[in-house]
């Protein structure tokens, strides 16, 4: 465990401040989750929680469901990260922080179709992990919705300039996020 530095009381109602710098670092902000437990050395752990990354099982083999029936990559993530991938480069993709492209189908709840060229903008379905990372080209991206809330997305794409993705992928993308929300629910 690393310290930062930071101290904080604990007021009279028993709440404490979390930093801005760790809440943004973190990605937390208001009216997100939490999960607080105590490790086995005693140490209290405050997590954001994922509805999503609590199906990783589940997740993995849907992955491999989509990547097997596309053809294709198909990423399942939570609102700020993969947490299951499969197909070409999947263990590259596996772990990256969502992009603008999908951080857009969360917010309006809504299917969205991407296509790049390549290039710089090519990072707007996930973001960059350095200048060598691979970049989706072409994405269905379905947003996870339980509850009135976007909790993750479905992506099924391609990191091949040759190809991009259509009503399949789409349609498939719709379909595991519909199912995913029911199991978050």
Same mark, same amino acid.
Not at 10 to 24: A, F, M, N, T, Y
Not at 49 to 72: C, F, I, K, T
Not at 81 to 108: F, N, W
């Given at each position: 465990?690393?310290? %930062? ?5 604990i ?7 979390v ?5 943004r ?17 005693g ?8 509805p ?5 099982d ?10 097997a029936?596309s ?15 499969? /197909? ?9 922080r969502?992009?603008?492209?999908i951080?857009k189908?969360?917010a309006e ?8 060229? /390549? /290039?710089?903008?090519?990072?707007g ?23 009135g ?8 794409? %391609?990191t091949?300039n040759?190809? %991009? ?9 719709? %379909?595991a ?9």
């Amino acid at each position: 465990m690393r310290a %930062t530095g930071i101290v904080r009381r604990i007021d009279e109602l028993g709440r404490i401040v979390v930093p801005k710098e760790l809440r943004r670092s973190l990605r937390i902000h208001e009216g997100d989750s939490v999960e607080i437990y105590v490790d086995p050395k005693g140490s209290i752990v405050l997590k954001k929680y994922s509805p999503v990354a609590q199906l990783r099982d589940v997740a993995s083999d849907m992955a491999e469901s989509l990547s097997a029936s596309s053809g294709g990559v198909a990423l399942i993530c939570d609102r700020d990260m993969v947490i299951a991938a499969s /197909g070409p480069h999947s263990e590259e993709l596996l772990g990256r922080r969502v992009g603008r492209a999908i951080e857009k189908a969360m917010a309006e709840k809504q299917a969205l179709m991407v296509h790049f060229s /390549g /290039g710089g903008d090519a990072s707007g379905i996930l973001a960059s992990a350095g200048p060598d990372s691979v970049a989706m080209i072409s994405a269905a991206i379905a947003p996870i919705v339980a509850d009135g809330d976007a909790v993750g997305a479905v992506v099924g794409g %391609t990191t091949s300039n040759d190809s %991009t993705v259509g009503g399949l992928e789409e349609g498939l993308a719709v %379909t595991a996020a519909g199912y995913l929300a029911r199991q978050v629910a």
